[in-house]
C-alpha cells in the first residue's frame, strides 16, 4: 500500500499516518519528494483497509498494491486449476462445451435440447430451473419440477447438469440435483448466495457481473473459495456498454487477463454476450482462440416457442457449424475437445 | 408493439406473424411501405413476449411501446405517491433528509451520529447492521446486534430506523427492528429478496443498481409492488461510467425522468454517489433542485475510524453547512423540510 | 511518481530502474517491503514519461501522482478566474444564461430566438453557422452565411456572440465574426484545433467530450492554455452511459470537481444533456445549484421545424421557467444572475 | 420510420402528423390500438428526419427502421470490397498483418521496426509522423521528416506505408508520402478531416471512436464515402469502458456485426485495444478467430526508450509468436496470410 501525501502536507499529517500505522504492527517507509511526500506501507493490507487511511488530514490518495484476493489468485498457486464435474474436467488440457435450453420448459424440450447438445459435443447439460428475469410478468422457471426434468434427462443422456440458484435457502434443494451450481450475473454481489454455493460442497460456476470489473469479479470468487470450495470456473458474458448492437459487450481480454490473475478455468457464454444467434458461432470462434478453456451455449429445438432468450439459441443447422467451430479452435490452439471420440479412442 | 419484418420478407412471412399473433387472441396491423412491412400489435404484450416473435423468419427487430412495468407506473396513477415511515412522510411535498452511519458499529459510534444526524435536521436515521461489502476480507456488519443497537438509538432520538437487508432469510428478523427496509445496489436484481420485502409489509428503499437502466429500476420495483407493497421509495445513488474522478455518476437527470415515469418518491444518496466528503453538499443541492423528494448521507462521529466509508462521511462542521443546503434548495424549490420546527408552529 | 516493482523483481531490476532514473537528472527512493518495493521519484515527469517504465523488467505499475495539466490547474492559481465575452464576464461572482438557436437557419429564425433568449436574461447569445452533424445527409450549417446573420443579430441586440468552429483553417474566418470560439464534444481531442483556437485571441468555450474523463478534458483546455489563451470557459454537456432515457448523462458532479481541479470557470449545457425539452428546467436548476458559472441552452422559434435538434429546444412558455430557475437558483446559491437589471440599478 | 403516439393523442394530433407528411411527398399508414396509435412512414427519410416530427404535439416517440448511411452499407453492396494499398489487398480472401512502429522517431529505429515487422510477416508498414496526443507535452511526432523517413523505408523494404493525418490541411502533404490514410480514433468525427480523406483519392484507414457505436462509425466512413472514395478499411480498436484492467475493452463482436451491415474490410488493434504486451497475441487471435480481415501492431527495437506506447509494442522473441498466431488462425479460418510466400509459390 502506499500513501500519497496532498502537496500542502505538513510533517505533523506525515508523522501521524506514519504513527497509526506503526500503531497496528505496521511498518512506514516515508520518500520525501519536491512537491509530494510518499509513504510505502509494509503489513496486514486489509487492517491498513480498517484504518481509513484515506480520511487522515493531508493524504491525498491510498493505493492498493497487492491483489485484494488471495485464494483465487495465481500469485501462491502459480499452475492453474482444473475443475471435475461430475466426470468431465474443466481446465486448461482441454475445450470444453456446454450447451442445453436457456430455460426447463418441459420433458421433450430439454430431453431434444440435451441430445442436440450432446451431438455436437457437449460433455456438460445447462438448463435453467430458476431463472432471474427483469420483468416479473416473464417465465420464472418451473422450480423444483424443472431439476426433476432434469435429473431425468442426465440418467438418459449421461450429461452432467449445470444448473442456476437464485438463493441461498434453495442451495441444498438444488445441490441435491444438480453437478455443478451457476451463479448468474445478476447475483455476483449476492453474498449470502456466493457463501452458500461455497458451503454447498458442489462445483461453482460464476457469471461476470455484467457491469463487474475484473477484480470484483475475482473478490466474488474469493466468497465462495474462503468457504473452502475452490471447484470455481469464472464464465465471462459480456459487459454493459454504450453499445446497442449487441445485448452485451463480449470482453474477450477478460479470458487471458484472468488466466494471469487467477489459476481458476475461464470459460465463455457467447449467447448472452452478443444476444443474437448470427454471433454465437463467431464468437465462440473467438473466445477458444483466445485461450477460454470452454463455452457454453443456448440451444433450443423450436426457439420460436421458447419462453426465455429464443433469439439466441442454436437450432439445428447452425449446431454443426458450432460443433465444427469448437473443434478447429481447440485444434489451433493445441488443445483437445472434451470428450471428443478420437481422443478418447 | 410494433414488429418490423426485414426488407426481403415475403408474403408468407409476413402471413405467419399475423397469423400466431391472431392464434393467441391479439391484433396485428400490417402496413406495407415501399421498402419495408410493419406489423403493430393489440393485446397482452406479455403474452407477445413470450412468442418469441424476434426468431420468426423475416423478423427484423420487435419493439415494445408500452412500459414494461405497470403498478409502479405513473400511466394508471398520475398523481405522485407518499410513503409514510414512522411517523415521517417521504414524498412531493416536503423534502426529507436521512442520515447516519454507513456501518452500525457500537452502542456509542450509533447514538453520537444519530445526534448528529437529527441536529442537522434528519426525521430517519439510516445504519447498517448487514453490510453487503466486495472483499470477504471487510467489516460485514455486526448483524443482530446491530439491530438491537439501532432500537436502542431509535428509542433514545425518536428516529425511524432505515436498515439494509441482504438475504431473503434475514427479512423477518430485521423487519421485527426496522421501519423501513432498505435493498442496496447489488440486490436490485435480487428477485427472491424483492418479493421477500414486498410480502413483509414495511416501507422498503430501493437503491439503484450501479448499471441499472431506469426501466430496469422500476421494474424491480414492480416485483416489490406485485407483493402489494407499493410503500417504495426509490433512491439514486450513481451509476458506473468510465469517470474515476468519482466513485460513481451521480446521474440527476434520474431524478425528473422517474418522476414522470413512475408515482414513487425518489431521493438520492450524494454520499455514495461521489464517494467524496467534499462532494456531498454540492450534490445534495443538484439533488434537491433536481426536485428530489430527500437525500440520504453518511455521517460518522469519526470517520478516520469508520469501518465502512469512511472518506465520504460527513463531519461536525460539514454537517451544518449540509443542514443549510437542504433548507435553502428545498426553499428554492417551494416545499419545507419534512420535520422542520419552523413548518410545525 | 511511484513504481511499483513486481514481486519478483530482483535486486539488479530495482537498480536499472534507479540508474536510468538517475541518469536523467531525477532521484530516486527505495522502499523495500516485505513482498514488494516501491520506488518514489522526484524530478521532471515529462521526461520520466519518455522513458518507458513500464517497459522496464520487473516493473509491475507506474503511478503519476501530479496532475498532467499546469496552466489550467487551481494548483499553481488557487484563486478562481473570470473570463470576459464582449462585455460579459463568466465566472465565480454571477451566473450567466447564455442562449440561442442550435443552428442559424434563417434572419428571422436567429432574430426571433436572440429576442427570446434575451428576454428570459440571457447576456450572450449563442447559435451554429458550422454544425458538425453525425449524419453526411443531415443540415451542416450556413457556413460563412450563419456568421454574417449571427453579426447581423449581434448589432440589433447588442448580444456577443458564441458560435463553433470545426476546422482549424476556419478559424480566422470564425473569429472575424464571433466573440467566443466554441469547441464542440466532437473535437475535444482534435489538437490542431485546439491549438489554432488558442493562437486565436479570442475567449473558448471548451465543451467536454461525451467520453472524455474529467482528466482529459482539462489536459485538452491545457492544449488551448499553452499557445497564451487561457480566457477558457468549460462546457460540462453529459457523458455517454449504458443509460438510454436520455440524449447523454448529465455529470453534475463534474461542476463541484472541475472547480478543485481547475481555476477556470466551469458551465452546463442541459439541452444536450438531456436532449429532452421537459429536462432542461430540473436540469438547469441542478446545475445553478452544484455551482455551476452559467447555463448555455438551445432556444427556437418553431422547434417543430428546427433543422437540429428540435426536441430539446424550448419554446414561449418554458423560457419564463427557465429564466426563473436561474434566479431562483442563482439568488439561493449566493450570486446575481449576469446582466440582471435589478443588480445593476 | 415508425411513429409511436402518446396513450392520450387525440385524433387532431395525428392527423396532423398525416398532413405533415403527406404534404412533403411521404405517406403514413395508421394504425389504431387499444392504448395507442402507431404510424408507420414511407418516404424520404432524411427528410422525415427534418421534420422534427419528434416535436409534434402527441407524439410519443420516433423509431428509424432502415440504416442511416447507404454507400457502404450491405444492403445495396452485398458482396464483400477489397481494399488495394500498393500492391497489398485487404478484403475477405486473406489474412493481412500491418506492423510497425506507434510513432517515428529515427530512421534506424524506423527502419529497424520495419525489417522485423516484415520477418514476422507484415505485408504493409505502419508508422506515425504526427501524433494525437493527450498531454501537450508528450512527443507529439516528427511532421513532414517523419514521412521522408517512411518513404525511405520503403524504398528499402518494399513495404507500402500506412500513417495517420490529423488535419484536414495536412491531407495534401501526407497523401504525397503515404500509400493508406489513418484516421485515428479521436478524429472519427472530425467531419472536415473525414471530407478532405475522401477527396484525396487514396486508401483510408477509418479507426473506430473509442466511444462510437458501430452505427456512428459506419456514419463516419459514410462522410468518406460520399466524397467517391469507397477504398475505406475500418479498424476496430477497443472501445471505453468501465473495466481498467486493459486500456480499452477490444470489442471483438463489432468483427461479424460489421461484415454483416456493411462491405468494407475490417481490421483489428490489438495493441491499442489491450493496452499491454501479454495481450496481443491472445487479442490477435481472437480477431482473426472472428473473421477479421487483418491485424494491425505496434513493434519497437527498443520499447524501453519507445517515445510513444512503449508498454504495448511487441519486441523479438514476441513477433515469432504473433507470426505463427496469425498463421495458424488465417488456416483455421479458411485463409491465406497476404503475401506469405507458401501462397505465392
Not at 451450481?181 to 445478476?186: A, E, F, K, S
Request: hydrophobic share 45%; aromatic share 4%; proline share 6%.
Amino acid at each position: 500500500m502506499v500513501i500519497v501525501m496532498a502537496a500542502d502536507a505538513n510533517t505533523q499529517q506525515v508523522t501521524a499516518v506514519v504513527d497509526l500505522v506503526t500503531s497496528t504492527g505496521g511498518r512506514a517507509f516515508v520518500s520525501r519528494g519536491l512537491n509530494r511526500t510518499i509513504i510505502g506501507l509494509v503489513g496486514d493490507v486489509d487492517l491498513f483497509d480498517s484504518l481509513s487511511l484515506a480520511s487522515l488530514p493531508g493524504v491525498a490518495e491510498v493505493m492498493r498494491i497487492s491483489a485484494p484476493y488471495k485464494l483465487v489468485s495465481r500469485e501462491h498457486h502459480p499452475e492453474r486449476s482444473t475443475v471435475r464435474v461430475g466426470g468431465v474436467s474443466i481446465g486448461p488440457d482441454s475445450v470444453t462445451l456446454i450447451a442445453g435450453p436457456c430455460a426447463v420448459e418441459t420433458p421433450t424440450q430439454t430431453l431434444e435440447a440435451a441430445l442436440m447438445a450432446q451431438q455436437a459435443g457437449a460433455t456438460l447439460l445447462r438448463g435453467g430451473a430458476y431463472k432471474p428475469r427483469t420483468s416479473p410478468y416473464a417465465f420464472q422457471g418451473l422450480g423444483v419440477e424443472g431439476l426433476r426434468i432434469l435429473a431425468d434427462v442426465r440418467e438418459k443422456t449421461g450429461l452432467p447438469i449445470v444448473t442456476e440458484v437464485v438463493e441461498a435457502a434453495d442451495v441444498p434443494t438444488v445441490a441435491s440435483y444438480a453437478d455443478m451450481l451457476q451463479i448468474g450475473t445478476r447475483n455476483v454481489q449476492n453474498f449470502p448466495l456466493l457463501q452458500a454455493v461455497g458451503d454447498a460442497g458442489l462445483p461453482v460456476m460464476l457469471k461476470r457481473g455484467m457491469s463487474s470489473t475484473i477484480e470484483e469479479w475475482l473478490m466474488a470468487a474469493e466468497y465462495i473459495a474462503q468457504r473452502g470450495n475452490l471447484e470455481i470456473v469464472l464464465c465471462e458474458r459480456g459487459i454493459r456498454t454504450f453499445e446497442t448492437a449487441t445485448r452485451n459487450t463480449l470482453d474477450v481480454s477478460a479470458v487471458p487477463v484472468v488466466q494471469r490473475l487467477s489459476h481458476l478455468p475461464v470459460i465463455v457464454d457467447p449467447s448472452h454476450s452478443g444476444g443474437r444467434r448470427d454471433l454465437v458461432v463467431p464468437l465462440t470462434r473467438a473466445a477458444v482462440a483466445a485461450g477460454a478453456d470452454g463455452v457454453i451455449v443456448d440451444v433450443h429445438p423450436h426457439p420460436e416457442t421458447a419462453l426465455c432468450d429464443g433469439p439466441q439459441a442454436l437450432i439445428g443447422e447452425d449446431l454443426s457449424r458450432l460443433a465444427e467451430a469448437v473443434t478447429v479452435m481447440a485444434s489451433a490452439t493445441g488443445r483437445p475437445v472434451n470428450g471428443a471420440p478420437a481422443l478418447i479412442g
